[in-house]
């Protein structure tokens, strides 16, 4: 850290400074929230203006144009730690910007964001980048009235939220109260004669609602599977394992994960029993079954299950 | 029988991870002009637009066609969606096409988008009710199980996935508008990418894609007035079925082999691998391409992969799929089947450039989607049916 000056030198109420009509066109059209700049006898358009043309020496043609307010980074310079003099408290960049129909950059602070003192710059401070003024509401005449220079808008964010009141109807309430019983219930469609399970109450291939409720065993074999390298939130660990368990007696598979062996074992046509949660942890939901896993018994051939895949 | 419908103008945007540069209407209206200018048309020329993209939860956009209406020149014309999941680029153009074979308009409009670096196209397909717990992590996470009994069923090698990866790369190459281009892909490379769901590697596996794609479409006396050579509409085919029911197969599944039958049967196709001369085929894990070349009847059952490993469908083989690099390569899903349906038409209209099919003259486009659910085909033709 710096140490504190013991000596200090401060003129009374600061020098005055007269700007003259170029400057002060400047500062004046500055304080109306408006850039200016000057053209040369060249045709360049200098910003801020100047009252001799700076190649040729020359006076400027005391033509003025109205440049910006939106402009182009032509290089810049990241400040990782601002000085409590700096324009801004947070890690900035000062920024070379030429106005758009300018052919000169003035500098000024480019703020781009909240970060973190020491912060690196962000990817998306480049050369190249459009920015524009942020004015200050209290306008005085000079280049302070621009507090800063900001992105472009290139993005916005829309929050989304959806709220429903779902109900799922007999057949699944049905169905839920039986997984809350410990009890795996389909049903039977007199057409096909399949047991669709979970029960939906129709069969969706022949059209036609169901008759029978079949409960089914707890037990049955996987026809195919994938092994999940992504996590997820729902499954204990990666990889995890997501199966097509065929239950003995039913028509169709189910989607489950399959745990209680490494992923690399799981084999088409294992045998494999649902493992609950402890009964108290039981509600109206499938989650009381946490998984299937290996049931001590031989596989089946891929004859047999070859159908329903 | 149905008025004949030719395809004037086709246009497509660059398919890119991000497209930071275009609003989503910006987007849309970049393929649009194209496929206007391509027609020698203008907005006020349009009769109709039918619009088509994947499910509201990508983009969280609810209902885009109301917003987007006045962008794709619809102000005062019919305007309609098309919603059928990762197919609805294909069923798009066929409602579009159905409007001009029913006579009742000259020229329609349609247009196919996903942006999908606006949203998160895998948590739009995880999002479950509170009622069903489901393990599915997206779409590979769906499909990788269904690959898996393909390779049992058909007894496949496991390098197949991999060669396909690698064709479609390449063809992608010499495709201006694809957007994976990995120059010196090789078997090897792919294989050496991680599982993600295994059997599914990561580069045989879709990328994510922004991008757009538009046609015209038009009767036969708007088509006469059209500056280059129209392409003909063929056959047109749309089927569908439940994702879960007893008997379903899952691997070549019912709704892929009617509709295929449906779309042969109005072009007069019996043969598909002989009488057609290049598939765009949609093929969003390499081992979809065995797979459907069984289900769309190319080869017997089991005998996909032998046709793939044989190099039977790369851009010299007797029957090229994906020229374009397909899906494999650029993949906006909402704009997806169209693209496929939009490039079988570039070829047989000799428009396809680098990837140009020799002689190209009868050509498959083919959508599928959802729960490999939904399809929908068509054959163009260079010469009017």
Known sequence: MPSEPNHILEFPGGYTRSVGPVIGRFFSDLRDGRLTGVRTAAGKVLVPPAEYDPETSEDTTGEYVEVGPAGTVTTWSWVPRPLKEHPLDRPFAWALIRPDGADTALLHALDVGVFEEGAKPPKFLKTGMRVRPKWRDERTGGIGDIECFLPEVTMINAPTRLEYRMKGGRTLQRFLEGVSEGRILGDRCPVCEQVIVPMKGICPRDGVPTTEEVELPHTGTVTTFAVNNIPDPRAPEVPFVSAYVLLDGAGLTMLTLVAGIPADQVRMGMRVKAAWRPREEWGRTMNNIKWFEPLDEPDLPFEAIKDYT | ?385
């Open chain 2, 1 to 385: 029988m149905a008025n004949a419908c030719a395809i004037i103008g086709i246009g497509q945007t660059a398919y890119k991870t991000k497209r930071l540069d275009v609003s989503m209407a910006g987007l849309l209206r970049e393929a649009a002009r194209r496929a206007l200018d391509d027609a020698g048309l203008t907005w006020k020329d349009i009769d109709a637009v039918v619009v088509g993209k994947a499910p509201d939860l990508f983009e969280g956009v609810m209902m885009p066609e109301p917003y987007l209406a006045d962008a794709i020149g619809a102000t005062g014309k019919p305007l309609m969606r098309v919603h059928t999941a990762g197919s609805v680029g294909g069923s798009t153009a066929i409602v579009a096409a159905s409007l001009i074979q029913g006579g009742v308009h000259e020229r329609v409009l349609t247009i196919a988008w996903e942006k999908q670096s606006e949203s998160n196209a895998t948590w739009a397909l995880t999002v479950n009710s509170p009622f069903t717990t489901s393990l599915v992590v997206g779409a590979g996470g769906y499909f990788a199980p269904h690959i898996r009994a393909y390779m049992r069923r058909s007894g496949a090698p496991d390098h197949i996935g991999a060669l396909v990866a690698v064709k479609d790369r390449e063809n992608a190459l010499k495709n201006p508008y694809a957007h994976l281009k990995i120059p010196g892909i090789s078997r090897e490379m792919v294989e050496m990418t991680p599982m993600l769901w295994e059997p599914i590697r990561y580069l045989e596996t879709c990328p994510s894609s922004d991008g757009a794609c538009a046609m015209v479409l038009a009767s036969e006396d708007a088509a006469k007035k059209a500056p280059n050579r129209p392409a003909w509409v063929h056959g047109t085919a749309m089927r569908s079925e439940p994702m879960m029911f007893a008997g379903r197969d899952t691997v070549s599944p019912q709704g892929g082999k009617d509709c295929a039958a449906d779309v042969y049967r109005q072009a007069g196709i019996t043969d598909p691998r002989r009488e057609l001369d290049c598939a765009e085929v949609y093929v969003p894990f390499s081992w979809y391409e065995p797979m459907w070349l069984e289900n769309l009847g190319f080869c017997g059952e089991g005998e996909g992969w032998k046709l793939t490993e044989s190099g039977a469908t790369a851009l010299d083989g007797d029957i090229p799929w994906n020229a374009s690099g397909g899906v494999l390569s650029s993949n906006p899903i909402g704009a997806s089947g169209m693209i496929r349906f939009a490039e079988a038409a570039l070829q047989v209209r000799g428009q396809a450039g680098e990837h140009q099919v020799d002689g190209a003259r009868r050509a498959l486009g083919h959508a599928y989607g959802g729960g490999a659910q939904f399809f929908s085909m068509w054959i163009v033709g260079s010469e009017k049916p």
